[in-house]
């Protein structure tokens, strides 16, 4: 696999929704011992703890392609797969509900996303480019 500096490290990588971004990774890094690693825009941060991670989003929710109104989420859960595309269509045949099909993101990484028959989100991606987080509005904090 790929290695992408614009991802955290980890296999499965839990996105937890907040309020207060900022407010809830100060927290988290002053109350748990977490490292912010990298900031994006106003709306996510993500957190490394020994050689696992974390990513606080916002609780407000991101645009869908469904709706332009941002939809409310509590937590999402990441997956690194080595083959994006195949574990798509193994996926594609169950009872799974598509979110969105594989595309691939300026920040290197390719991804799809689904619901399962619980409402929970799952994001499965694959690193196809090794990108600094520069060059797509990332910053940085603890390199």
């Not at 941002?70 to 080595?82: A, N, W, Y």
């Not at 509900?97 to 619901?115: C, D």
């Not at 690193?127 to 910053?139: F, T």
Request: proline share 8%; charged share 20%.
């Amino acid at each position: 696999m790929i290695t992408n500096r614009s991802m955290p490290p980890g296999i499965i990588i839990p996105e937890l929704a907040y309020k207060d971004v900022a407010a809830a990774t100060e927290w988290l890094c002053q109350t748990f011992g977490f490292k912010e690693r990298l900031r994006i825009g106003n709306h996510r941060r993500q957190l490394l703890f020994g050689g696992a991670s974390v990513i606080v989003i916002d609780l407000n929710g991101e645009p869908t392609t469904e709706s332009i109104a941002p939809q409310p989420r509590t937590h999402k859960i990441m997956v690194q797969v080595p083959d994006v595309d195949r574990h798509y269509e193994i996926v594609r045949e169950s009872d799974a509900k598509i979110l969105s099909g594989p595309e691939t993101y300026p920040f290197g990484e390719r991804q799809y996303t689904v619901e399962d028959p619980g409402g929970h989100v799952w994001t499965f991606s694959q690193s196809v480019a090794d990108v600094s987080p520069a060059e797509w509005g990332g910053q940085f904090v603890n390199p």
